[in-house]
């Protein structure tokens, strides 16, 4: 933790160093409330929908746990989350908390570790609508490249436990943490039987991308970007998946530091560039407000 607050405050102060803060804050404070409303209205939706997917997943492993019971673990995790290492820490929060309530730790694990494997992979799919949407990005052979390892890696994770049994000498098979690895492999592994439910939650977790692209869009219009759709299509699938790595706290400073190269291309100011990237951070957060008040209501419970 202590090392991602000093990653996080290194960029942030890096960053500074080059951008006029004050134009950021003042461009932040001047944005247009009519399309934060819409923004922070899109927030909740795509918030529904990913408990909406989490929750066919929990059903077809055989979790017995109710839609409002899961959607209160989904957002108090997501609170907690905010606290912890942006991308892993609300899904550990989320696999800590089911599993208290179920009698299968390594079902419970399986279904957060699917969850955020088909999120990953549907920014990968939103990332080759970029490149075709954006004409330039179709002539770099890298973008596709990165698009192949990563579709690659997502669909290798459903056979893990059968690296694991490979890589693993049979005779430690049995040792505590190779047994649990094994068990959580093979419960990710079981969700290969489950294509139709793979499909449902896939189709709503590219549903989920579009909302968190279009919120990108939004944004920037009230802040006075004249930014095409089509490039937001082509660099938000790469923002989102700055936003998942554990390097930063809540999603500030590596992830704005790529957003600011990102939109340097097509003309943005470092300062407006900024000013989109911390809204985009924060309206997240915001999203995160009913599971403080989920949170806060069950510590009065307990006390």
């Known amino acids: 933790m202590l090392l991602r607050l000093a990653i996080t405050a290194i960029i942030l102060a890096i960053l500074a160093m080059g951008i006029d803060m004050g134009d950021s804050a003042r461009a932040i404070a001047a944005i247009d409330l009519r399309y934060l409303a819409l923004v922070l209205g899109l927030v909740a939706i795509d918030r529904a929908v ?18 409002r019971d899961a959607a209160r673990l989904f957002l108090v995790s997501s609170f907690v989350g905010s606290f912890l290492p942006a991308g892993v820490g609300a899904d550990a929060a989320r696999a800590y908390g089911l599993s208290r309530e179920t009698t299968s730790g390594s079902e419970a694990l399986a279904s957060v570790a699917v969850d955020r494997i088909l999120g990953v992979f549907s920014i990968v799919v939103m990332s080759m609508v970029g490149v075709i949407a954006w004409a330039p990005a179709r002539e770099d052979w890298r973008i596709a490249a990165a698009i192949l390892g990563l579709t690659i890696a997502c ?83 790469l923002g989102l998946l700055m936003l998942l790595l554990p390097i930063s706290i809540s999603g500030f400073g590596a992830p704005q530091a790529g957003f600011v190269w990102m939109l340097r291309p097509v ?22 407000i009913p599971g403080l008040w989920l949170w806060l209501r069950q510590r009065r419970e307990i006390l």
């Open 155 to 237: 669909s290798a994770v459903f056979w893990a436990g059968d690296w694991l049994r490979w890589a693993i000498p049979d005779a430690h098979h049995q040792h505590s943490i190779a047994r649990r690895a094994l068990r959580i492999s093979d419960a990710v592994g079981r969700y290969r039987g489950r294509s139709s439910v793979l499909a449902h939650v896939m189709a709503w977790s590219i549903v989920v991308q579009v909302l968190r692209i279009t919120q990108a869009y939004f944004l920037g219009l009230g802040l006075g970007l004249t930014v095409p759709y089509s490039y937001y299509l082509l660099f938000m699938p």
């Open 267 to 288: 003309g943005v100011p470092d300062a407006q560039s900024f000013a989109l990237s911390t809204l985009i951070v924060l309206t997240g957060l915001a999203g995160n």
């Open 50 to 67: 990913m408990i909406l997917r989490w929750v066919l997943l929990l059903r077809a492993s055989g979790i017995n746990i109710s839609t």
